[in-house]
């Protein structure tokens, strides 16, 4: 696949995508026949009874089209012949082009083409979206949560069933395409998207799609804002092999069933309450990673001199240094370098204000006055 530069990716060319005009073809031949038989009425007239070209084309259309006007000059015995012979004619050609204008539209392909393409100038206007790839029972699974969640995505699958599994599933937005394609990229909007979850039951489809997905995350200048690329794996080594060529995570279904069966077994009386935080978005607790940036005020800062607990009332669960190391508990001592991830817990509206208040350059006044 050659990867969608960013000038060949414009609106106009996704919508170019869409030939509107190659759905109609199946009037070509009726139109060819049209013109034959105005073509041929009209010379008719014009050799039989010595027509002018126009006279000739009007007698020609009132004829093969049955209106019923009369004729426009007495016509002779041949003449009224091959009046004959061209009513035939426009009643056979009328006849064959309704036969074919009601076939296509028995079969949906333009009523389906216009809905495809009504979707896919939604799937245009969103943002941040998930992009998930191949349809399976992890994706029916995933994409309930994103629903809940209010979270848009589309699902991409080449299987032709793809759009009952959507109607089935709920899927808001799908597109039959292989997700590696260069269709994939352009339909599913890729440029704007957050996160490209690839889901494939073969490996190798999943080195593909990460591979493809961060050579476009170049092409396009987003290394600032890199996707966020999840795919899954049973053996270790091909975990690694993952996380190599560019995956942020790589769940393994094998582990992750034989944690959860552990929990439920040690813990059971958690369980409801583990499974209500860590998938309903409307619960008041959240934890979220947060990164400090280059320039923030909390550099070189130690995690008392935060006070996030009383200012947004959240609480440092775990630090994880550029080593990728996660210190969970972290004591007070723990120094908060550049590019540091603190992993925080407390309400939505306190993570939110956490947030803003680590983007912040300088020392904000209030923390100033508690220090």
């Not at 053996?235 to 944690?259: N, R, W, Y």
């Not at 309450?273 to 990673?289: A, G, H, R, V, Y």
């Not at 009383?310 to 972290?330: A, C, E, F, Y």
Request: proline fraction near 5%; hydrophobic fraction near 40%.
């Amino acid at each position: 696949m050659k990867i969608p530069s960013n000038k060949n990716f414009s609106s106009n060319s996704r919508y170019n995508d869409f030939n509107i005009y190659s759905q109609f073809r199946f009037l070509r031949i009726p139109l060819l026949f049209l013109i034959f038989i105005i073509m041929f009425g009209t010379l008719g007239y014009m050799i039989i009874d010595d027509f002018t070209i126009l006279d000739a084309l009007y007698q020609t259309c009132i004829t093969f089209t049955t209106v019923g006007f009369g004729e426009v000059y007495e016509i002779s015995p041949a003449g009224r012949l091959f009046t004959i012979l061209l009513i035939f004619l426009g009643f056979g050609i009328f006849t064959f082009s309704i036969g074919v204008i009601v076939d296509v539209f028995s079969r949906g392909k333009i009523l389906s083409f216009f809905k495809e393409y009504k979707m896919f100038k939604k799937v245009l206007r969103l943002t941040n979206h998930y992009v998930l790839c191949y349809h399976n029972n992890y994706t029916i699974e995933l994409s309930k949560q994103l629903r809940k969640n209010h979270i848009p995505f589309i699902v991409i699958d080449p299987d032709p069933a793809i759009k009952e599994h959507a109607m089935k599933y709920k899927y808001p937005y799908y597109l039959q395409a292989n997700p590696n394609s260069e269709l994939a990229f352009k339909r599913a909007n890729i440029s704007s998207a957050s996160s490209v979850i690839t889901l494939a039951k073969h490996i190798t489809e999943n080195i593909a799609q990460i591979s493809l997905t961060r050579l476009y995350e170049k092409e396009i200048a987003r290394e600032k804002y890199p996707y966020y690329i999840a795919t899954c794996a049973i053996d270790d080594e091909d975990i690694e092999k993952l996380k190599k060529i560019g995956a942020d995570t790589v769940i393994s279904p094998t582990q992750i069933t034989a944690q959860r069966i552990s929990a439920v077994s040690l813990r059971p009386d958690m369980n409801s309450m583990m499974e209500e935080f860590l998938t309903d978005n409307n619960t008041p607790i959240d934890i979220e990673e947060i990164n400090i940036p280059t320039r923030s005020w909390l550099r070189f800062k130690k995690i008392p001199s935060t006070f996030f607990k009383t200012r947004t009332n959240v609480s440092i669960i775990g630090v994880k240094h550029q080593d990728k190391k996660l210190l969970p508990m972290p004591k007070d001592d723990i120094l908060i370098a550049t590019n540091t991830k603190l992993l925080i817990i407390g309400t939505t509206k306190g993570i939110r204000e956490t947030k803003i208040l680590v983007a912040r350059r300088e020392l904000p006044e209030e923390i100033a006055i508690d220090e």
